[in-house]
């Protein structure tokens, strides 16, 4: 019995490195810009399974609207443009292997992921081969990688909790805070922005509390916060989770307003929640709604006819994303690498997001607006 | 106190489904000494099909549920099915086709159903009971409730049926129960049908308590297996408390060890198994594997 159940397990070991490794090509060297002729490749990578592949499917869209755009306006220099869209599952091991993939089939360059823990893994990767790389990543970690092949295609966690801890503390002036965020990339990301945009204000959380990325039950931690009574309680967790914790501490009797950035905007963490449950949420988006101004109105109008469904802010976010890395592809003239990745650079582009300017970092945009869950839908918020 | 007693309430509810999860994978290895590595990808298929049905049919949730189990079950007897001539054989190839059948019903959920999930209100909406400072769900009290029940049925069901008798039989010697004439096939695909059953039960309650997305299985699924070896693998009674056990300990090593609490359960279990290699009520009797 023993000596089946070890060959047993040592099989199943086998098989899940042979699964893992799958992926990658062995000897990834190439030529990144390569031939001439033929279609430009541009590689999408987002979770597109799992418990994050909503993000992928949003980002999928938006991509896949600006391509479309492009294409069907002859493309570039003549040449059509192809997206070859790679499934992350969410996963930074899973990512390494597909930066080499991406590599080694000559991708030009690559949009997302919307995960920043994966980003960042992909990242020495990429950087190595020259592909230019431009994330729906938020996470100060992302800056921290000093890659000047990677770009973001919104602001950094540090925008959106500045702003958030802005209108809650000073403009609201609400000291009883709470926090809850996960130790995923993303979650410390927001986490370390919050409580440092908080800590300049001289506050204090009444809770600092963290939770792991696939934990479902959050009654000692929503207990403890809600003996302290505060209240905001900051998420800092992706849609799903966040979703989870609203639904939670309202069936604890939890009254607390919700706070939080990107994900507590999205129609998932309002059907997690449930819209009731979500009613007052503040939320520190770059993108509150489709009509804020003409290009969003254009933008949702044709995303809608495209999608048959409404558009929202990641989808918004790779769009703008792919439109910058369109444009600088014409500008350099196809250029591959780093003369591509300067080109991104010096892309000055007004999208849907804001006005979008590089710095060295790679970040373009640094404001977020406030808005908070209205009946079940992100208004902007009076200020 | 008061977050003391919170904690077990909110870990209660979970641990329910969890043991629910280890008593399908209890069964079947109880049955036939194999582990399957794809009861979470049924979970999941079963919280996708009563969802379905609860949501897009508009059926009362308890229909839905009955629907979603026995379609579920059909899963079962196709895995059994496509397993049952490396029986006896090779048993090391039925593990591993039990994990492809994991992969092929993940990519099944993801091709029906999409890659994005789908939230599933509440089917009890009233308000939460309070008693002495608590709130208790009366939801987790109805999936409490049918989990009982659920275990109640099955031990009637293998100690006091035929059918159920002639499984015990199998499980303890399978060549002495051939002997006697017992059905092992048919034995084993019983115990896979009632297993996939359990694990349509155990998903389509924690649809309304989560987020059904594919991923849903793999977690759940994880948790269930932990719980049916801490319980004892094998034995009924050990999958009811391990299930519990793992969801209140979960719950609180998340409320001390915040991000860590994850690590500090699993820590906890391998501890309890290396004291207690055979779990808390280890039977001796299976050991075909």
């Known amino acids: 019995m023993l000596r089946r159940r070890a060959t047993a397990i040592s099989v199943l070991t086998v098989l899940t490195a042979v699964l893992a490794t799958g992926c990658s090509a062995p000897g990834s060297d190439s030529e990144s810009s390569g031939d001439e002729s033929g279609p430009i490749k541009i590689a999408l990578v987002d979770a597109q399974s799992g418990q994050l592949s909503s993000l992928g499917a949003w980002e999928l869209k938006g991509a896949r609207l600006a ?16 997206l070859g869209v790679f499934d992350d599952q969410g996963d930074p091991t899973v990512g390494t292997n597909l930066a080499r993939k991406i590599d080694s089939e000559g991708y030009i360059a690559m949009i997302g992921t919307a995960e920043s823990a994966v980003t960042i893994a992909m990242a020495p990767i990429l950087k190595q081969a020259e592909i230019p790389n431009i994330t729906s990543g938020q996470s100060p970690g992302l ?80 207990t403890g916060i809600r003996q302290k009574n505060p209240k905001v309680i900051f998420l800092g967790a992706e849609e799903v989770e966040s979703g989870l914790i609203v639904k939670q501490a309202r069936d604890l009797g939890i009254t607390a307003t919700f706070a939080g950035a990107a994900p507590q905007g999205t129609p998932v963490f309002l059907d997690t929640a449930g819209a009731k449950n979500a009613e007052g949420t503040i939320v520190s988006s770059p993108y509150l709604s489709n009509d804020i101004n003409d290009a969003a109105k254009k933008f949702a109008a044709a995303y809608q006819a495209k999608f048959n469904e409404e558009a929202e802010l990641h989808g918004a976010k790779a769009y703008d994303g792919t439109q910058i890395l369109l444009t600088a592809l014409k500008s350099s003239n196809v250029a591959g690498g780093k003369e591509l990745a300067e080109a991104i650079r010096a892309t000055k582009y007004q999208g849907l997001l804001g006005d979008f300017a590089f710095d060295k970092t790679g970040v373009g945009i640094f404001v977020t607006s406030i808005g908070t869950i209205q009946n079940g839908k992100l208004v902007a918020a009076a200020s | 106190m008061q977050v003391f007693l919170q904690t077990i309430v909110g870990g209660v509810s979970l641990g329910a489904v969890y043991a629910l999860v280890a008593l399908g994978f209890s069964l079947v290895y109880r049955t036939m000494g194999l582990v399957n590595f794809a009861h979470g990808n049924v979970v999941t298929v079963g919280a996708y099909l009563a969802s379905t049905f609860y949501l897009s049919t508009r059926l009362p949730f308890a229909l839905a549920m009955v629907v979603a189990i026995a379609l579920t079950g059909v899963i079962g007897l196709v895995i059994e099915r496509v397993l049952r001539p490396l029986e006896n054989r090779d048993f090391d190839l039925m593990l591993i086709g039990t994990i492809g059948f994991g992969i092929v019903l993940d990519a099944l959920i993801i ?58 039989a199998v499980a303890m010697d399978h060549e002495a129960a051939t002997a006697v004439g017992i059905h092992v096939g048919r034995s084993n695909a019983i115990a896979f049908m009632i297993g996939a059953g359990l694990a349509a039960l155990a998903g389509g309650l924690v649809g309304p308590l989560l987020y059904v997305s594919p991923a849903l299985g793999g977690a759940l699924g994880i948790k269930g297996f932990a719980a049916a070896i801490l319980g004892g693998f094998g034995s009924i009674p050990g999958a009811i408390v391990g299930g519990l056990a793992i969801g209140i300990l979960d719950s609180f090593m998340a409320g001390h060890f915040q991000g ?30």
């Not at chain 1, 986490?191 to 509390?209: E, N, Y």
């Not at chain 2, 789908?118 to 769900?137: C, D, H, K, N, Y």
Request: hydrophobic share 45%.
């Open chain 1, 67 to 82: 391509i479309d755009e492009w294409n069907a306006q002859g493309g570039i220099n003549g040449r059509q443009i192809e």
């Open chain 1, 143 to 222: 800056v921290a990688v000093n890659s000047e092949f990677l770009f973001l295609n919104g602001p950094t966690s540090t925008t959106y909790d500045e702003t958030l801890a802005k209108h809650i503390v000073d403009q609201q002036g609400i000291k009883s805070i709470a926090m809850i965020s996960n130790n995923g990339g993303y979650g410390k990301g927001e986490h370390d922005a919050f409580l440092k945009a908080l800590t300049s204000r001289g506050v204090t959380p009444v809770a600092d509390q963290v939770v792991t990325t696939d934990q479902k039950d959050f009654s000692a931690v929503l």
């Open chain 2, 111 to 168: 091709m029906i159903w999409g890659a994005t999930g789908r939230a599933v209100p509440s089917p009890v909406p009233s308000a939460p009971i309070e008693l002495l400072g608590l709130r208790i769900r009366t939801y987790d009290l109805v999936v409490l409730a049918i989990a009982a029940v659920a275990t109640v049925l099955l031990v009637l069901f293998l100690s006091r049926t035929k059918r159920g008798a002639a499984m015990q």
């Open chain 2, 260 to 289: 860590y609490g994850e690590l500090f359960t699993f820590l906890i279990f391998t501890v309890i198994i290396m004291v207690r290699p055979t779990g808390i009520f280890g039977e001796r009797t299976v050991n075909r594997a």
